[in-house]
């Protein structure tokens, strides 16, 4: 069996893992994956360019969220939230049934 198998091993296959190490077989680019990466840099390039020329200016965006009146909406927004907790909860009153065989009161 291991005769066999070494005597009609594939030529053209590499020794030892064949996607790692020194003899391994690397898969040659094809036209698509090339037209991918250079779609992948050509839209990077577009995100940089937008990041480095902002349509505001710094003095321009400093203020636009107070001249819109964000932060009073904010605060009447958080004031009117429903909280998701109770506000009148006591250790005692979520405790005491455990105070049943208590015999000193």
């Known amino acids: 069996m291991r ?5 009609c091993r594939r030529k053209h296959m ?14 040659e680019p094809k036209w698509e994956d090339i037209q991918k990466v250079k779609n ?10 937008y990041l480095r ?13 107070k001249a819109l009146g964000k932060n009073e ?3 009447i927004k958080t004031k009117t939230k429903v909280k998701p907790f109770y506000d009148h909860v006591t250790i005692e009153g979520v405790l005491g049934h455990l105070r049943v065989r208590e015999a000193w009161d």
Do not use: C, D
């Open 3 to 7: 005769l066999f198998q070494a005597l």
């Open 14 to 27: 590499p020794n030892g893992h064949i996607y790692r190490g020194k003899n391994r077989i690397v898969k």
């Open 40 to 49: 992948k840099f050509e839209i990077e390039e577009q995100n940089m360019f």
């Open 53 to 65: 020329h902002a349509y505001l200016t710094p003095e321009q965006s400093s203020g636009h969220a």
């Open 73 to 75: 909406a904010n605060y």
